[in-house]
């Protein structure tokens, strides 16, 4: 049973430019979550979505960043006109369940998103 | 303003000795509480947690001790092995939300 899937590893665009973060959960999993983690910081929750539905989604940034989780295909987010304070590692993970079972929840390897 | 605090930025240990790391939180709706491990270029793992209607939890080498007045919790490893170098997170939530609130972490160096 593969893990959480993300991909690219590495990232690197240049200001202005868009980026697509692409995760794949856990066979069976139904629901996302995305962090992201600036240096020297904790991880920050984004965004936590369920198949076609966005269920939380206050920790995203009020501009240029939105996610989705299609009923076919991985989760994405996407931040448009990157700028260099979007240079973070971003984590992706998945549960089975909703709420209150974080023993269930597994992340991803992130994203290192570099912008130049 | 951060609502759960690691303190200690690194901690170095012999091993086989007593690793402690330290958490605080400030926000009394946190009542389910966890720590995470994560190696370099790895994401986050789950090691172990604890609710707010406990005050202990143990898992083989690992103990959580929350004390709710002082809200504050530690994470004892004992013994300590090298393995177990690594950034550890903690990690707070409560109120009925889904999300997790992470502490800065502490990167703990286990020494042969």
Redesign the interface.
Same mark, same amino acid.
């Given at each position: 049973n593969a893990g959480?899937m993300q991909n690219p590893r590495h990232l690197v665009r240049r200001r202005g430019q868009e980026a697509r973060l692409r995760c794949s959960p856990m066979k069976g999993h139904s629901h996302v *979550?995305w *962090?992201r983690q600036l240096p !020297? !910081?904790? &991880?920050?929750?984004m965004v936590?979505l369920q198949k076609e539905n966005i269920?939380?989604e206050?920790?995203m940034p009020k501009e240029r960043f939105s996610a989705e989780f299609p009923k076919e295909g991985p989760s994405i987010l996407r931040i448009q006109q990157v700028v260099r304070g979007d240079s973070a590692a971003y984590?992706c993970?998945s549960s089975p369940l909703?709420?209150?079972r *974080? !023993?269930k &929840?597994?992340?991803?390897?992130?994203t290192q998103l570099s912008v130049l | 303003d951060q609502q759960?605090k690691?303190n200690s930025p690194s901690l170095s240990v012999q091993e086989g000795r007593i690793s402690i790391l330290n958490c605080d939180y400030t926000n009394s709706m946190f009542d389910?509480f966890?720590w995470y491990k994560k190696y370099p270029?790895?994401?986050? =793992? %789950?090691l172990i947690?604890i609710s707010s209607i406990k005050d202990k939890n143990e898992d083989g080498r690992f103990t959580v001790f929350l004390n709710k007045s002082a809200k504050h919790l530690s994470l004892h490893i004992v013994p300590s092995q090298p393995g177990d170098s690594a950034v550890y %997170?903690c990690?707070a =939530?409560g109120g +009925?939300s889904? $999300?997790?609130? %992470? +502490? $800065? +972490?502490t990167k703990l160096t286990v020494n042969p």
């Amino acid at each position: 049973n593969a893990g959480v899937m993300q991909n690219p590893r590495h990232l690197v665009r240049r200001r202005g430019q868009e980026a697509r973060l692409r995760c794949s959960p856990m066979k069976g999993h139904s629901h996302v *979550y995305w *962090y992201r983690q600036l240096p !020297e !910081e904790g &991880l920050k929750f984004m965004v936590y979505l369920q198949k076609e539905n966005i269920i939380d989604e206050s920790g995203m940034p009020k501009e240029r960043f939105s996610a989705e989780f299609p009923k076919e295909g991985p989760s994405i987010l996407r931040i448009q006109q990157v700028v260099r304070g979007d240079s973070a590692a971003y984590f992706c993970a998945s549960s089975p369940l909703q709420g209150q079972r *974080y !023993e269930k &929840l597994f992340f991803g390897s992130g994203t290192q998103l570099s912008v130049l | 303003d951060q609502q759960v605090k690691q303190n200690s930025p690194s901690l170095s240990v012999q091993e086989g000795r007593i690793s402690i790391l330290n958490c605080d939180y400030t926000n009394s709706m946190f009542d389910y509480f966890l720590w995470y491990k994560k190696y370099p270029a790895e994401g986050p =793992t %789950f090691l172990i947690s604890i609710s707010s209607i406990k005050d202990k939890n143990e898992d083989g080498r690992f103990t959580v001790f929350l004390n709710k007045s002082a809200k504050h919790l530690s994470l004892h490893i004992v013994p300590s092995q090298p393995g177990d170098s690594a950034v550890y %997170f903690c990690a707070a =939530t409560g109120g +009925g939300s889904e $999300k997790l609130v %992470f +502490g $800065k +972490g502490t990167k703990l160096t286990v020494n042969p």
